[in-house]
């Protein structure tokens, strides 16, 4: 049974990022190996089955991501983008900083998607900040055979699935492969964005769908990004894009205190700028693009 706050309760909460903490799924069943440097190549291995998945590895912006809390449950997060060490090859997903890190954090987390391990967190300087606009976990691929099946290999693909009639502008279905990252400074309100966030009905609520809402951006919030796309628990670490440029501009950090169906243009998400995570990020971690 999902351990599921009710709406009552949700309307309490300062943020629906503290909902995220209460969500709850059993402890992992999947046994872990220990970390690797550096990766083999992908496995073969059957397609997943839910939370976007439809095309299966690699890892998309989007993917669903379990996280392990202290107490040895798991919480659930989205996969925003996959980074490079371009020094050593290693390969890392990033998400919230929220999702893995908070005061009372005292364990190391792991990350599962489908019950298969996928990344763990590393505890080097600068790889994880939950504080906001720059609200972020670089999360290393474990050396599972498991977790080799999810490597982004020659490229960084969002994965689109539009929910209809949910977006304020032109949605399209399919596996966008970016080319770069928009600079922070570069952007501009009216710019159209997207935002594919992972958390099905049993925790964003009744009428709630998985999938791609586009929107405007329409503001800055604390030197982060505001737009009117819809979010709930569970989409923290999500990617914003574009789907005409082919840029990512950053990670779902929080928004609008609600569930159930998008109420359509009239909620708010803020995000984390890519642009600014990757300046708190050691120099040679850099996004993944097609060559």
């Not at 069943?29 to 990766?39: C, G, I, N, V």
């Not at 080097?124 to 982004?152: C, E, I, K, Q």
């Not at 304020?168 to 080319?179: D, E, Q, S, Y």
């Amino acid at each position: 049974m999902l351990d599921v706050p009710d709406a009552q309760r949700l309307r309490q909460l300062s943020d629906w990022l503290t909902v995220e903490k209460q969500l709850r799924l059993p402890p992992p069943t999947t046994q872990l190996s220990a970390p690797a440097t550096r990766l083999a190549a992908a496995a073969a291995v059957p397609s997943c089955r839910a939370f976007l998945c439809t095309a299966g590895p690699p890892m998309r912006g989007g993917y669903r991501l379990d996280v392990t809390r202290d107490a040895g449950v798991r919480g659930p997060c989205t996969n925003g983008f996959n980074l490079r060490n371009q020094a050593n090859g290693v390969l890392y997903t990033l998400t919230a900083g929220h999702c893995v890190r908070g005061a009372r954090h005292a364990k190391v987390d792991y990350s599962f998607h489908h019950n298969v391990s996928v990344g763990y967190e590393q505890s080097a300087s600068g790889l994880v900040n939950h504080v906001f606009p720059t609200d972020y976990a670089a999360m290393p691929y474990t050396s599972s055979p498991g977790a080799a099946r999810w490597l982004p290999r020659n490229r960084n693909e969002v994965s689109s699935i539009c929910v209809p009639g949910e977006s304020t502008a032109a949605c399209r279905n399919g596996a966008i492969a970016l080319t770069g990252v928009m600079r922070y400074e570069d952007m501009r309100s009216g710019q159209v964005v997207c935002h594919t966030g992972s958390t099905e009905a049993g925790y964003g609520g009744a009428g709630w769908s998985p999938g791609t809402r586009c929107g405007v951006i329409n503001g800055w919030d604390a030197s982060g990004i505001r737009t009117n796309t819809c979010g709930r628990p569970g989409d923290s670490g999500s990617p914003l894009f574009s789907e005409v440029n082919r840029k990512a501009y950053g990670i779902l950090h929080g928004g609008t205190v609600t569930q159930g169906k998008c109420r359509t243009g009239r909620e708010v998400s803020t995000f984390s700028p890519i642009s600014k995570i990757l300046t708190r990020l050691p120099s040679t971690i850099r996004l993944v693009v097609a060559p």
